[in-house]
């Protein structure tokens, strides 16, 4: 990653309510394996408890996310992190940022915050030791005063974690 930038939050768009409505209410009705959305009276920020996998190097351990949607989603990915302290992984920096191609480059419209949340705990489940990435200090230093992880220029070099 080189570089941060603040970004403002705008109204949702109709589009962008609708389809936050409609993921709400099928996630009420059929939750993902491992993960509790925390009722709040936000509909643009959800936070999400995340329970780590049985059998994994986070088995039983409990974080948080929290999902800002902006104004034109499912057309612009959410921005996704973990609510400090986040977990050790070599893709999840200490200020919860998360280098997940997924939430930035690789989005589609056809992702919703249930397949993020799944690709999430996924990454978490395969990582075969709890680090911070390489360049953890430098990069949480950069992005100090709130800046969004989606104005980073991320690198997606390794799928192997």
Request: charged share 20%.
């Given at each position: 990653?080189?570089?941060?930038?603040s970004?403002?939050?705008k109204?949702?768009?109709?589009i962008?309510?609708?389809?936050?409505?409609?993921?709400?209410?099928?996630?009420?009705?059929?939750?993902?394996?491992?993960?509790?959305?925390?009722?709040?009276?936000?509909?643009q920020?959800?936070?999400?408890?995340?329970?780590?996998?049985?059998?994994?190097?986070?088995?039983?351990?409990?974080?948080?996310?929290q999902?800002?949607?902006?104004?034109?989603?499912?057309?612009?990915?959410?921005?996704?992190?973990?609510?400090?302290?986040?977990?050790?992984?070599?893709?999840?920096?200490?200020?919860?940022?998360?280098?997940?191609?997924?939430?930035?480059?690789?989005?589609?419209?056809?992702?919703?915050?249930?397949?993020?949340?799944?690709?999430?705990?996924?990454?978490?489940?395969?990582?075969?030791?709890?680090?911070?990435?390489?360049?953890?200090?430098?990069?949480?230093?950069?992005?100090?005063?709130?800046?969004?992880?989606?104005?980073?220029?991320?690198?997606?070099?390794?799928?192997?974690?």
């Amino acid at each position: 990653m080189t570089s941060c930038s603040s970004s403002s939050r705008k109204a949702l768009s109709k589009i962008a309510s609708n389809r936050i409505q409609k993921e709400l209410s099928e996630w009420q009705v059929n939750p993902p394996t491992g993960f509790k959305h925390k009722v709040t009276d936000n509909l643009q920020k959800w936070v999400i408890e995340v329970i780590g996998a049985p059998g994994t190097l986070y088995a039983n351990e409990t974080y948080q996310l929290q999902v800002d949607f902006p104004e034109h989603y499912p057309m612009e990915a959410p921005q996704v992190i973990f609510v400090p302290p986040a977990p050790l992984h070599p893709h999840i920096y200490s200020n919860g940022h998360i280098c997940l191609d997924i939430l930035y480059d690789s989005w589609s419209p056809a992702m919703t915050v249930s397949s993020v949340c799944i690709s999430i705990l996924s990454m978490l489940s395969s990582s075969p030791n709890k680090k911070r990435p390489i360049d953890n200090d430098i990069y949480v230093k950069k992005c100090k005063n709130g800046r969004s992880p989606k104005e980073t220029r991320w690198w997606f070099h390794d799928d192997k974690v």
